[in-house]
């Protein structure tokens, strides 16, 4: 079983920054895609940015230059730098991933259990 421990939510005013973290621990051969999604009360989760286990990013327009996404495959970690925050990002972040559990085997999604952030104008 696999299990994604969140981290870095919390309150902050415009024009600040946090930096989320999400761990994966468990039977894992191999990781494929870690990303972040987002989802404001009221609305569609949403993608924020995501990475491949060749390093390849991809962010949401919204967020383009603003947020960075890295992963450390050696901890099974995927991060997310978030500056220059503003009152619509306002959401809970979700960590999500696509996982390889042994060699040969299929892949399955995870998702990490949601970690706040609260921007205040």
């Not at 989760?45 to 967020?63: K, P």
Request: with cysteine; glycine share 12%.
């Amino acid at each position: 079983q696999v299990q994604l421990v969140e981290s870095g939510g919390g309150l902050v005013q415009l024009g600040g920054s946090l930096r989320l973290s999400c761990a994966a621990s468990g039977s894992i051969f191999s990781i494929n895609v870690m990303g972040w999604y987002r989802q404001a009360p009221g609305k569609q989760r949403e993608l924020v940015a995501d990475i491949t286990s060749g390093g390849s990013t991809n962010y949401a327009d919204s967020v383009k230059g603003r947020f960075t996404i890295s992963r450390d495959n050696a901890k099974n970690a995927v991060y997310l730098q978030m500056n220059s925050l503003k009152p619509e990002d306002t959401a809970v972040y979700y960590c999500n991933t696509l996982i390889r559990m042994r060699v040969g085997g299929p892949t399955y999604k995870y998702w990490g259990q949601g970690t706040q952030v609260t921007v205040s104008s």
